[in-house]
């Protein structure tokens, strides 16, 4: 390829980002290419993805108004959502990078995510929940146009806004890195953009998979570090976005949870995954 190609450069006042789009650029550049670029999306996913969307979407369900009316909400109930869930949702795109594990070790991860969420918080779910699965458009510096989904947003009394984010990964975060995180940090530009006047706003992490919760908050001096490292990065992905060639692969070890392996310029080998029958 030509070292002068050129692909369409990204206007600003046009593209509305998002943090999943600063992440996979900073992950890899190729990555990035192929999916925002060249608008290639596929199905596949990581048995752990989809896992996580499964117990995402039951908490979901947990959270609509009409399930919160119930005087209580048995396990067995949730139980029985996540399994609908896990089974309509089911599909012949999902891998497993470890080939000693097998889908129902996920499962029952999922299980336990939600058993130790339910323990916490059940049988009544009382929480102040405004909503959930909620997408909010916001900007950075009057021009970045910007769009996230916060999984669940808290109302406990006017003014008062509390952020949640479900995770059911491995390991759960120290202070010092939730001090650090972008997403929530841009899910709280949003909230302030789009619900203010604002006299607080908290940031909680629940770790599901380790039973662990982490609460923070940021100062208006830390938001304003944010947006100019949010400003930064996007400033950044149009520079590189002149020239197809600022697009080279990445390889790590994540490649192997990658589902665009056989779009990568880097691979000549199949992926080593299975599929999760």
Request: with cysteine; hydrophobic share 35%; glycine share 4%.
């Amino acid at each position: 390829m030509d070292k002068n190609t050129h692909i369409t450069f990204i206007n600003p006042d046009e593209s509305t980002f998002s943090y999943s789009q600063i992440s996979t650029f900073k992950t890899c550049k190729e990555q990035y290419k192929i999916v925002y670029l060249d608008g290639h999306r596929k199905k596949d996913e990581s048995i752990e993805a989809f896992m996580g969307k499964c117990v995402h979407g039951t908490l979901e369900w947990l959270y609509q108004k009409e399930n919160m009316r119930r005087p209580y909400i048995t396990f067995d109930k949730i139980c029985k959502i996540y399994d609908n869930i896990w089974q309509d949702k089911w599909h012949n795109k999902i891998f497993i990078v470890d080939h000693n594990l097998l889908s129902n070790h996920f499962y029952a991860i999922g299980k336990r995510c939600l058993s130790n969420y339910y323990h916490k918080y059940g049988p009544i779910f009382d929480q102040k929940v405004y909503a959930t699965e909620l997408a909010l458009n916001f900007n950075i510096e009057g021009k970045y146009q910007f769009r996230g989904v916060i999984d669940r947003l808290d109302q406990p009394e006017d003014g008062f806004w509390v952020i949640h984010d479900y995770k059911s990964g491995k390991r759960a975060m120290t202070q010092n890195m939730a001090k650090r995180d972008l997403q929530l940090a841009m899910y709280q530009i949003a909230v302030e953009q789009n619900y203010g006047p604002v006299k607080k706003i908290s940031l909680t992490w629940h770790f599901l998979r380790n039973g662990v919760e982490l609460t923070i908050s940021h100062s208006s001096d830390e938001i304003q570090k944010f947006k100019n490292i949010i400003s930064k990065n996007v400033k950044n992905i149009i520079k590189s976005s002149k020239n197809i060639e600022n697009f080279y692969p990445k390889e790590t070890v994540l490649c192997n949870w990658c589902y665009l392996w056989d779009e990568c310029s880097a691979k000549f080998i199949p992926n080593p995954s299975k599929k999760a029958y």
